[in-house]
């Protein structure tokens, strides 16, 4: 999942470049919002690997609209964050 800008060396290296060099598909989003990334993205695109800032985790594992979600079928199994530090209680 392209959650990152893709000028910024995180999101050109850590998303574009790792996931072709994987053989991998990137999905993009043009502007987060929850129910865009679970609903449509998430689920739709069955995203395994997702590389997200602090803010949007925070928000994934607060946000009461990912109650709404059928999160059995997520296939996502891994999650990388960077770029700030992630709070104990939200990992």
Known sequence: MGLM?????????GICCAT????????????YKIE?????LMMAHEVTFALIVPAIVL??????????????????RAVM???APLEAEVI
């Open 81 to 83: 964050t960077a770029a």
């Open 20 to 31: 072709l060099r994987n053989k991998g598909e990137v999905v993009v989003m043009g502007r």
């Open 5 to 13: 800008p893709f000028f910024h060396i995180y999101g050109l290296t």
């Open 59 to 76: 928000d994934m594992v607060k946000n009461r609209a990912v109650d709404e979600f059928d999160l059995g079928k997520l296939k996502l």
């Open 36 to 40: 865009t990334s679970w609903g449509a």
